[in-house]
């Protein structure tokens, strides 16, 4: 007899309760962790956004915060107190931006863990064993030779060991850790819309010998880790594609992203429509190569509109919670989303490329144009 699931099984985001990429540093007095993450912050405030997960300090005894949330922005540094009101569900939320986060580690818990030894927390830190589940690095405060007694069974032989003095060290193992969790990239080709100006379906027009859905399939098949069509459950599929259906219907190619990003929250989304049929392997390349996993996207501007191009784009995993929003907020554009977030917007090497084809005229200065 099959198991009652009570609710729909849905794919997570990887990482904890704060974001992707969270180390909680433990094992020192607050002032020194508050340090160090101000001076990896200042290191790598140019090429990431590093958020930072503390407790308020220095409170009188049943004294309160005067907020029951304090965010302070400190241009690229996110100082965020969380209070016992505030949901945990709402921690990725605030942080959906940042490209990793820092935890304090005495006073909250995080997916991955940096340990500080330092005597005056021998004690504490013992005491604290559960919280260390995925120890990533250890860092040796001034004056300690090696880890505590009581770590050795826990630290892995391949864990770095590294002198707090070596921040070059430190902040370049960040760096690398963050950098190597750039996901991969899945393509996705965008087939609806109703094709009225065109006259017929713009998806099967052969520009290239094949239907246009079966040739941008296969041109984002050799670049792409795996290739889906996107589209409504009226559209039809005759060929054996991997096929993603709108579960967010009537919302046009915003739908069909964030259907593809329910399915997998934890891959970006390389996407293209049906209707260019200039877009070819170099231009992909291109997009490909400039890519800046830190941003939300990466696209290309088009001049001919005077906007970024939303539908062949990079769309990041960090962008699933920002598209959510915007739905939420009553907003279901892609153009909308790119021109106010932030993206790495590049000059198109072949803005000739990014045109799309909508009447019949068009297409068939398109034919004209691919004969010659």
Known sequence: ?????????????????????????????????KKLVKTVNDQLKDRFKIGFVDEVHHLKENEKPDYPGMLISKISHLDYSITPEESPFSYRTFFRHCDGVMVNGNHFKADKQIVIINDKKKESLSRKIDRLTNIQLVILDHGQKKAHNFLKNIIGKDIPIVPIDSINVITQWISDQIQALAPPID????????????????????????????????????????????????????????????????????GGILS?????????????????????????????????????????????????????????????????????????????????????????????????????????????????
């Open 187 to 254: 393509g996705l080709v965008l087939i609806g819309g109703k094709s009225s100006r065109m006259g017929e379906d713009k998806t099967k027009i052969q520009y290239h010998d094949l239907p246009q859905y079966k040739h941008a399939y296969l041109l984002l098949e050799n670049i792409c880790r795996k290739t889906y069509l996107s589209g409504n459950e009226s559209t039809e599929y005759t060929d054996d594609e991997l096929v993603i259906r709108d579960t967010f219907t009537g919302l046009g190619p915003f």
């Open 1 to 33: 007899m099959k198991k009652h699931q009570k609710h729909t099984k849905l794919e997570r985001p990887y990482g904890g309760k704060f974001h992707q990429n969270e180390w909680a540093i433990i094992g020192a007095p607050c002032p020194i962790i």
């Open 260 to 372: 593809a990003f329910r399915e997998n929250p934890n891959r970006a989304l390389l996407t293209i429509p049906t209707d260019t049929p200039l877009i070819d392997r170099e231009l992909l390349d291109f997009l490909i190569a400039h890519r800046n996993p830190q941003k939300m996207a990466t696209c290309f501007h088009n001049p001919e509109t005077g906007f970024p191009e939303p539908l062949i784009t990079i769309w990041e995993p960090k962008a699933y919670p920002i598209l959510l929003n915007y739905l939420a907020l009553g907003y279901a554009c892609p153009r909308k989303a790119l021109i106010n977030e932030d993206i790495l917007e590049l000059v198109c090497p072949n803005p000739l490329k990014l045109m799309n084809a909508n009447t019949q005229a068009e297409k068939n200065n398109f034919i004209k144009l691919l004969e010659k």
